[in-house]
């Protein structure tokens, strides 16, 4: 097939890297050059912008972003894909976004005669590398079955939750959850310590009884518990603390949109921006543990 890809960063570009190597033919942009070069070096055709992958030879379009006004100018801007695209070329945007830009873009693209689907991921750059990333896909049943066995090139898990935006839907709901069960975990884990307990058997306790949840058994933020955790290494790599503040931003705002109160989404989103205003942003979000700690 022959594939446009737009946003060739952390996770896009070793994505990118996967539709290749499955077979198929590849166009892509970025902004930075030196993204495209590693996706040129290993087959694909580069074009100067979204207008011109638009007006080539593609079937489908996938755009791998950071945020919705990225989104917005690379489909709806002037110069932007939905201006110059054929009738029937589909769209996958991968990127997170509220679901109220996802639902708008796939809207005016649906008017113009273009399938839209929003497949947000999760599985970070290490799934996306191993080609194991779940999507969730939001859009018609008719789009995401076309779409599938080329999302499952570079996903393992890939689930449609239902009509446009969706896909949206369910990850800002999944990331809140992990945003506040990481700070119950490091409550937890830093009150047994500090009234006397060995971390790693507290957290062994955790994990075989009522309050485990993969925070606690797969990415335990107390040092010493998980050698594979980025506690273990310093809170380097990982999912970034702005990044999940970035997700709490997108799941409160959709939460105001709805009318639906989220009591503790919105006190993690503040407990994430203050520790991130300490200058603590790039450490993984694993690193809020810190608040708990005298030496933080
Ligand atoms: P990134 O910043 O590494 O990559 C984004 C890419 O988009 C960059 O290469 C940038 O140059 C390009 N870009 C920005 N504006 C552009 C434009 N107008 N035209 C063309 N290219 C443009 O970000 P990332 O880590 O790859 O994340 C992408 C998305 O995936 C984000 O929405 C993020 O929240 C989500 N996500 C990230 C992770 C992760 O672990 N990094 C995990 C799951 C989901």
Redesign the pocket.
């Known amino acids: 097939m022959n594939i446009g890809f ?8 070793p994505m990118a890297l996967n539709l290749l190597k499955a077979g198929h033919a590849l166009t892509v ?4 050059p030196a ?1 495209v070069h590693s996706l040129t070096a290993a087959g694909a055709t580069a074009v100067a912008s ?1 207008a011109e992958l638009a007006r080539s030879e593609v079937q489908v379009i996938i755009t ?4 919705a006004r ?1 989104v917005k ?2 489909y709806l801007s002037e110069d932007g894909l939905l201006a110059h695209i054929a009738k029937g070329v589909r769209l996958i945007d ?4 509220d679901p109220m830009t996802a639902r708008e873009v796939a809207a005016a693209a649906a008017q113009q005669g273009n399938p839209m689907l929003d497949a ?6 290490g799934g ?1 590398a191993a080609g194991t990333l779940t999507f969730m896909v939001g859009g018609s049943v008719d789009d995401f079955e076309h779409a599938q066995p080329l999302l499952a090139a570079m996903g393992k898990n890939i689930v449609h939750c239902g009509a446009a935006g969706n896909g949206q839907v369910a990850k800002v709901a999944n990331n809140m959850l992990l945003g506040i069960s990481m700070i119950g975990v490091a409550e937890a884990m830093n009150l047994g310590v500090a009234l006397g307990m060995d971390a790693k058997v507290l957290a062994g306790v955790i994990n075989t009884s009522s309050g485990r949840c993969w925070s606690s058994d797969t990415y335990n933020p107390f040092p010493g518990v998980l050698d594979s955790a980025p506690a273990a290494r310093g809170y380097s790599g990982g ?2 603390t702005d ?1 999940m503040l ?2 709490l931003g997108l799941a409160t705002e959709a939460a105001k949109q709805a009318q639906q109160p989220v009591l503790l989404g919105a006190l993690a989103q503040q407990l994430y921006q203050s520790f991130s205003a300490q200058g603590h942003g790039g450490l993984d979000f694993s690193a809020i543990i810190k608040l708990y700690q005298h030496d933080a």
């Open positions: 737009i946003g060739l960063g952390n996770m896009g570009g942009f970025d902004l930075v993204s979204p791998m972003l950071p945020a990225h100018a690379v991968s990127s997170t976004i947000p991921v999760s599985g970070g750059t996306a999912f970034g990044l970035k997700d």
